[in-house]
């Protein structure tokens, strides 16, 4: 994926891999076949190279110091290698720099071991040092008891072993970090990752959390990419805890599983960002270009062909889905729990996304879930708002935007109203229009429970001839906004949702040019005829 983002940049990718048909050598301007962990190869390789990065942190940094020392190019630099690769370096390291981190502690025996469990309590997490990923090196101890045969699970205390305090985590986050060789930082946006059997299994982007912790999990990730040498994409994986605490768990110096989703949801993916940053060129935009994203990862089911023949199924499924994106690896060989490629899907919202994900993999009760998801709620606190309402319906309808139109009271039925509002934005609702008439109380508490745009249609009522719903919508308190149209007029509500659509949305937005023509050209042809065929034979006719 590096080499496929290289090729749109004019820069020339050589490889350093010891297998002859690895997936990248089709790809790359060359590749040189060769250990990566044999330091004569990899100093025969750095001599051709004008900028030498890595693609996984398991190399050896004695190599990469005595190159850099040569004067070769290396990003990220050594230092920040050799720190990274071995994690109770890392947790050491970051814990200086003040990075929020689960308490932990090097362990050399089973004694100082179960001192540990006394301080930590269980279930308490052992880690090897080094050369652990996708959850190898890793072993929990729920009680005393079992101290011992984790232990002996990860190699023994000679392989080099830390623990840390159980991390209380409600969501896994991540956020992919770059910085150039001006040590300038972009943060692409935080995600959630959910793993399975210790493995990335998904990545929803954005992910679900307030505000507030978004910001939080960036400025972590930040602080702690700010503390390293050397440029290149940096993926920092995170811990939410229940009293919405971020912790950070570990950092990996090279383009992420957590951030394979940028390359259809990003202005700039990860791998052409980790190219631009590692050779100097100007750090690209790292925000996201559609609302949501979920990247699923296709893992081996099965041994040898029949694992590949079910990957294949799934893809076929996957690409009748809007907004899905198959990406296979092309590794030779098929194996259980082996990354073999990944889907991503983009779309309106993460839970339109869900629902498209789990349709794709058949999981009960989501068979046909591809329907287009509405875009616009027109809801209403009786069916008399109908007549009203259904004007907003029409002109939706008319330019093609997906709509949904409900009942919903305020006042008799304030669950389902309160179930309505919260969950709109994630199922994909972008704007809601709400009709009422009398005291019009939908309008408002819609949206005291939405971020989303509210406009209120007034509903003419059998008294006050619907000015008090009128007054009551365009008096809503502070911190509260509703828009408003005239009375009974949910046809200008319908056009004003249109508009505010169109703002990112080019194709609505010339639509909505064509119907203002439209509107005039109608106008000036009633004009016409009337200069020509004079007042009363126009009333005549």
């Known amino acids: 994926m590096l080499c496929q983002a290289a090729s749109k940049m004019a820069i020339k990718v050589i490889v350093l891999d010891p297998s002859e048909n690895c997936p990248a050598s089709a790809l790359a301007y060359d590749h040189m076949v060769g250990s990566f962990d044999d330091s004569a190869t990899v100093e025969e390789f750095a001599k051709r190279c004008g900028v030498l990065t890595v693609e996984t942190e398991h190399v050896d940094v004695a190599t990469l110091e005595k190159l850099e020392q040569q004067g070769i190019d290396c990003e990220p630099k050594a230092s920040t290698i050799r720190i990274i690769q071995d994690k109770y370096l890392q947790k050491v390291h970051f814990s200086r720099h003040g990075i929020p981190l689960p308490e932990f502690m090097e362990i050399n025996n089973l004694e100082e071991t179960k001192r540990a469990g006394e301080l930590y309590g269980y279930p308490l997490m052992i880690k ?6 996708d959850g190898r090196g890793n072993a929990v101890a729920k009680s005393e008891g079992e101290l011992s045969s984790a232990i002996d699970v990860l190699g023994g205390f000679g392989r080099g072993l830390y623990v840390e305090k159980w991390a209380p985590f409600i969501k896994e986050l991540a956020v992919i970090v770059a910085r150039g060789r001006d040590n300038s930082i972009l943060c692409y946006p935080v995600v959630e990752t959910i793993h399975k059997e210790n493995i990335c299994h998904i990545v929803k982007a954005p992910a679900d959390v307030p505000w507030r912790i978004r910001k939080l999990a960036n400025d972590v990730a930040y602080k702690a990419i700010s503390s390293l040498e050397g440029a290149g994409v940096f993926a920092v994986e995170l811990f939410l805890t229940r009293d919405g605490q971020i912790l950070l768990n570990e950092v990996a110096p090279r383009p992420h599983n957590s951030g394979h989703h940028t390359i259809e949801s990003c202005y700039t993916s990860q791998f052409e960002q980790h190219l631009r940053a590692v050779v100097g060129l100007p750090l690209g935009d ?27 199924q799934l893809i076929a499924r ?53 329907e287009v998801a509405p875009r616009v709620g027109i809801v209403m606190g009786s069916d008399s708002d109908l007549p009203v309402m259904k004007d907003a319906a029409r002109i939706l309808n008319m330019f093609g935007v997906s709509t949904e139109v409900r009942i919903v009271s305020a006042h008799r039925t304030p669950e389902l109203m309160y179930s309505y509002a919260s969950s709109a934005r994630e199922r994909g609702i972008q704007v809601i ?72 949305d080019a194709d609505l937005l010339a639509r909505m040019n064509q119907y203002q023509e439209d509107t005039r050209d109608y106008v000036l042809t009633k004009a016409e005829k009337l200069r020509k065929d004079g007042w009363e034979a126009y009333l005549n006719q």
Do not use: C
């Open 433 to 504: 229009i709400a009709g009422a008439g009398g005291a019009a109380h939908l309008p408002g508490m819609v949206a005291s429970l939405t971020p989303l745009p509210v406009i209120g249609v007034p509903v003419r009522a059998s008294t006050l001839d619907g000015i008090d719903s009128l007054l009551s919508i365009v008096q809503m308190p502070r911190g509260v906004p509703v828009a408003t149209v005239a009375v009974n007029n949910a046809t200008n509500a319908g056009l004003l949702a249109v508009r505010m659509l169109g703002v990112g």
């Open 128 to 133: 090897g040092k080094r050369l652990a990923y």
């Open 318 to 370: 996957a690409l009748e889905i809007p907004g899905a994106t198959a990406h296979w690896y092309d590794k030779p060989e098929m194996r259980r729990q082996r990354k073999m490629g990944h889907i991503t899907l983009v779309g309106p919202s993460v839970g339109v996304l869900e629902a498209r994900r789990k349709s794709m993999l058949r999981e009960e009760g989501y068979e046909n879930r591809n």
């Open 286 to 312: 790292p925000s996201m270009k559609t609302p949501a994203a979920i990247m699923y990862n296709l893992l081996g089911e099965d041994e040898g062909e029949p694992g590949f023949k079910v990957a294949h």
